[in-house]
DNA sequence: ACAGAAAAAGCACGAGCGTGCGAATCTGGA
DNA sequence: TCCAGATTCGCACGCTCGTGCTTTTTCTGT
């Protein structure tokens, strides 16, 4: 890896953790050349542009979160278990990954009503993940774990809906409870679920 | 009503759609001051200060909210059919209320991280609802429509759960199978609620 | 070790931000 | 009708933003 690739992969793990903690926009350039000790004009070479910045800080993201998430749900064995390692993963992510919240949940926000490359990025990146959920639903149905006439999409939204709450219940208020009452939620959408 | 409380008034109203489409901090006073036709020392003389503005959009917002969602709830007659006109109301409100989405979501996002009398607020709202959506539960307890050992903290968890799935998959990916499954998810809420 | 390329810095710009202040205008009660 | 107070405006400030340039420093392959 080149020196200049080195450099702009440190910066944009240090853009991931201002945009969970700050957002997309307020992202600012200067600042990030400040906390990682470049110069405005130097680290801005990298990029040309702000939009690519975020973009690319999108991207850095997304590629956290397979590693963290989708890699280690993958390798678990097919069924209700690997939904339960999904969520477990998940969980992880939303809890420790970023120090200001989940990166998507923060952009979804601030660009669902501004048409451009980056609601198209979030766009693409909250569909694949819905599928996603869907399709390792799917393998708890094919094992037999969950009933056969599962609606997985309708499963993948109730699963996403718990862990926006958790998202919001921990961050906003970080109220103790939340893991408790998401954990309780899952069970009860388990059971709902299973054959 | 004088003059000044008129036009503050008519300043938060346009403040509320701006904040709800960008968020607070992109709430420029610039901006609001184009858009209601004022100068922007003129406008900024209501407020005496940025957060001052925010806090009162908020406010407004918190109103509004109140308006459309609280009272009409309250009116119904108490038990499951009290949370349900909760549930519709609040639908209304997630989506034709606000061109731009829910301002304490937005804000939520915005201010989760930053500690601030706006966080306060945000906080406090939360809370309220929180215990107002856990309430109704409880009336539906009493009346004997949902079981008499219902978590309603946990009822209250998960049907913001729900809502906040409706809210992502509505705005970011304008996906029109959203309220069918938010529907879908709480019937089924319901169904493991009740006696 | 050195030349050419890549990376980083320095500096400047125009624009928009929040905010202050004095002047102009408007409003409403006596 | 008039005047005190409320309301709005014009203008300016210091600051930060994103983005071009030119120059200097640092890498890298031979």
Redesign the interface.
């Known amino acids: 890896m080149s020196k200049g690739q080195a450099t702009k992969a440190a910066i944009l793990d240090e853009a991931v953790g201002i945009a969970s903690?700050?957002?997309f926009?307020?992202l600012t350039i200067g600042q990030l050349a400040e906390q990682t000790g470049m110069s405005k004009s130097g680290l801005f070479a990298h990029f040309k542009s702000k939009e690519a910045l975020q973009l690319d800080t999108l991207e850095r993201g997304r590629e956290r979160f397979t590693d963290l998430v989708i890699r280690p749900t993958l390798a678990a064995p097919r069924g209700i278990a690997r939904v339960r390692t999904m969520f477990e993963h998940w969980l992880v992510w939303e809890t420790e990954a970023l120090?200001?919240?989940c990166i998507f949940?923060?952009g979804?926000?601030?660009?669902?009503?501004?048409p451009g490359p980056m609601?198209d990025a979030?766009?693409r990146n909250?569909?694949d993940w819905?599928e996603f959920i869907a399709t390792v639903a799917g393998t708890a149905v094919a094992e037999g774990d969950f009933r056969a006439d599962l609606?997985t999409?309708?499963f993948s939204?109730?699963l996403?809906?718990?862990?926006?709450?958790?998202?919001?219940?921990a961050?906003?208020?970080r109220d103790p409870?939340?893991l408790d009452?998401?954990r309780?939620?899952l069970e009860?959408l388990l059971a709902?679920s299973s054959a």
């Open positions: 903690r700050v957002g926009n307020a120090e200001g919240g949940v923060t979804s926000i601030e660009y669902d009503d501004q609601r979030l766009v909250q569909q819905s609606d999409a309708q939204f109730a996403q809906g718990l862990m926006y709450a958790y998202h919001h219940t961050r906003l208020l409870k939340a009452h998401t309780a939620s009860q709902a």
